[in-house]
């Protein structure tokens, strides 16, 4: 999100920002005055902190003392490890766990088993009712057996029965009172149906020992102090609330170690760890994933915890946000994910391969004391001791590391503690303070100018920002933009600058890119040189006009009417494809020429082997972006999501590309959160209950053998996740759906020939072929008019160079004299296409910082046919034409082919 769209900006005075008795500093939401007791309220007024109006120095005196004489030598440095881990347990609460509070599988029943229409507080009468009942009945069935048969003469088990159900219930989505008259009706067509299919409550007992052990952990909703679940009034003496059942609250914890146990022995995973040693590079000094950013290759030397002396040790990288539940509250949802860096990215990006530690659920934002406080425990546990896990009556032990965290901003400064993109020292990368700007409708906004006048903010470190923390502390106030201690800071390998990331999805996309949209086309810029504004029923019809491949998700919508509902994926495809061939005859030239050094910049940043030249020239191209647009557009618009461009590409070096810390997986995974869950009873147990399923139904699944079963399965979990296959993921090709009629040329059966070395017995023509995974479609394919998957990059032998072409059909040309159209004699699979033709060397004239955005070719069609081995097609490029009169054809490389739409 743009964070000049999140508000104006205010100073920490404004704010009104308060302190409690431990030092930590709060926003007002955390501690509502009309809610507090009137002894408590004076309490709180008078403990109100006195902050520093104005930092104009990036060091205090005391703090260019102490580096002045560390750096001399002097000094030895105060033990900062020791003292922030101390702050820390005093900050966040401290009273012991509570058995009482776990979630025991009978309760667990007894919270979820109920229909929707008796989940209500006043009905509980009716609840014990119905569970004792639903009890009475699977005592007169007793266990059944869960191998025997459906019923008999029948060949289907009863657990085969079961567990498709559920996945059939899951991947559909369906309520209980769904899935209940689900059950009624399978039922009613068996001679004798199984217990199983009797109720809600048997179905559910099948699957008792599913469920994941979960705690819940109470807190006070007023002062958020941690509280038991049998206290009646706040421990806080500032606030002794009392505890009503509106004014204590909790989050649930699901133990992050019992999850990396489950991960572990889960078939096929040692060997997908195995991922970081056997994979190989396209360059040895290229960026091509977070094993290549400095931070990984320091703990994967000879003997570290993550180099292959310790294939079993995890990392893992941390990512919250939260999600609105109900369009009429405020109520929603903060879940936090691990992700396990050392599966391949395919794997590592999949919803069941996600670890969930917790979800806050509120009207409220989390306190992160608070929150964290579980996993803190958890993750120093892992980093020491580890876990075990067996795999075929063998113990292993794995120890995990949280080396790497992504978030938006509003996330990511309640995460580490410290001030949002709106306050002073709001950069996590550098000591640059910001200014205040004053808008025209009279708020303010922080702004991060570039002055030459001035030198450079220097560079932050994590030593420092703990030691700023420790002051902000005991100062009670805010330092460099600290707040105080976050839990990130206990870690032994999470570096609390450079392990933080910066997301561009949230920063580039829905920052600068949909900023720089709203200025061009905005009717009150009308009269700047870069107003584009006039032109937009121009740029709305070569939207409409273009027909991305099928790995784009969405097809482009209008500006004018839709950019306002553009998603993040769309700002994406955009930036990197539409914009340039669309602006190129629109847009004044010199701020072409400047959007253009933001297009390659990003771009450089994205691709799947990022060289040290890209890094370089990306360096250029951003630093020239970032430094020009005040003068160009003005410095109100120079927010820190602009301002962070300059730290993206050091923030590439210590983590790998900018699409391995997207925040589009997790916003992918919040959006299947948002579908678990029916009703609005309960709706924390029943996500996590379902999010639990959906991690093991892989285990459920493993001991069906029946290959008629294992087909039903495999089609419904397609149905129930949308997975994308690119290029590059698998090997070999097939041709797709029935062959067609097609009269060959001379010229064309000559080549064929001459292509396969061979002549053909029988020549197929075909539509589309499966091509290393992905369908690749033909001109001959007429069923899809709104896509174009048939515009190639391929490898042409004769040159030796990469050329583009567009294929017309392909054929499927065999030895043999089989009857059948596939076999498994020798054949050949080829594209008949028609080339492209460079007309211009860039698309962006020359100029001085050479700024070419080399990954779009000006082409047009020509007139060369030529056939082609279907194993010499490198990629499906997206094919940009923006006008029926120009003869020009705009093909646009994708950066990588790893990273989910």
Known sequence: M?????????????????????????????????????????????????????????????????????????????NIDETVQRLIEEAIFNTEDDDSDLISNEKWHELMDLPETLADDDSTKNESDYVETEKKEISE??????????????????????????????CHSISGAQLSDLLTMISLHCLNPHPGLKSMYTFKRFFTDLQSPMKKHFYCSTCFCDVTVNEDVCPNEKCQQQLSLKKKSYFIEIPVKH???????????????????????????????????????????????LSEENPYNLSFTWNTDGIPIFKSSKVSIWPLYLTVNELPVKQRMQTENMILYGLWFGESKPFMGGFTKPLIH???????????????????NSKSYLICGTADLPAKSLVMNCNQFNGQYSCLRCLHSGETFRTVKGGTVRTFPYDRSKPQPRKRTSQECMSNAVEAVNSRSVINGMKGPSFLMTLKYYDFVKSSSIDYMHGVLLGVTKVLINLWTSGSNSKERFSISSNISIIDDRLKRIKPPS?????????????????????????????LPILCDILDEKYFHHFASFVEGIYLLCTDCITPEDLEKSKILLSYFVHMFSSMYGERYVTLNMHSLLHLPECVEDLGPLWVYSCFPYENANGLLTELFHGTQNIELQIISSLNIVQ???????????SVHKAFAAKMQRTSEVSQNYTGTLSGSMPVGSNIKMHFSDDIYAQLISTVQFKPSKSLCYRRICLRGFTIHSEAYSRVSVRNTFTVKYYESE????CYGSILYYIHAKKCECFENICSCESSLVAVLRKFEETKPSIVNPNFLSVKASHIKVTKISNTVSVVDSSKIMSVVVNVNIDDKSED?????????????
């Open 259 to 305: 999850q990396v146990k489950t991960f572990l022995e889960k078939k096929g995973t040692l060997e997908s760890l195995k991922h970081r040693f056997t994979r190989k590079k396209k360059k040895s000094v290229g960026i091509e994933d977070i094993y290549d950013g400095n931070l990984y290759r320091n703990l994967s030397k000879t003997g570290g915890p």
């Open 378 to 396: 958890t993750l120093r546990d892992l980093e020491t001791n580890g876990t075990d896990f067996t795999i075929n009556g063998q113990i292993y």
């Open 799 to 802: 040159s030796k160079m990469s």
């Open 141 to 170: 069935t007793d266990e059944f057996d869960r191998n025997s048969t459906i019923y008999h003469g029948h060949h289907m088990t009863i657990y085969t029965s079961m567990v498709l159900i559920l996945l059939y219930s899951m």
């Open 551 to 579: 790995y784009i998700t969405r097809v482009p919508r209008t500006i004018s009417s839709h950019i306002k509902y553009w998603k993040a994926s769309e700002l994406r495809t955009w930036l990197f494809f539409y914009s």
């Open 696 to 706: 093991k139904m892989p285990f459920l699944l493993h001991p069906i053998e029946d």
């Open 2 to 78: 743009d964070d000049s769209s999140q508000g104006d900006g205010k100073s920490d005075k404004q704010l009104g920002k308060r302190v409690d008795k431990l030092g930590r500093v709060r926003p007002k939401s955390y501690s509502q005055k009309k809610n507090l007791p009137k002894k408590a309220k004076s309490d709180l007024s008078a403990d109100k902190p006195k902050f520093v109006e104005s930092q104009s120095q990036v060091m205090s005196d005391d703090d260019e003392s102490y580096y002045k004489n560390y750096e001399e030598g002097m000094d030895e440095p105060p």
């Open 889 to 901: 054809y705009f093909l646009c490389e994708v950066p990588n082919l790893k990273e989910s739409d």
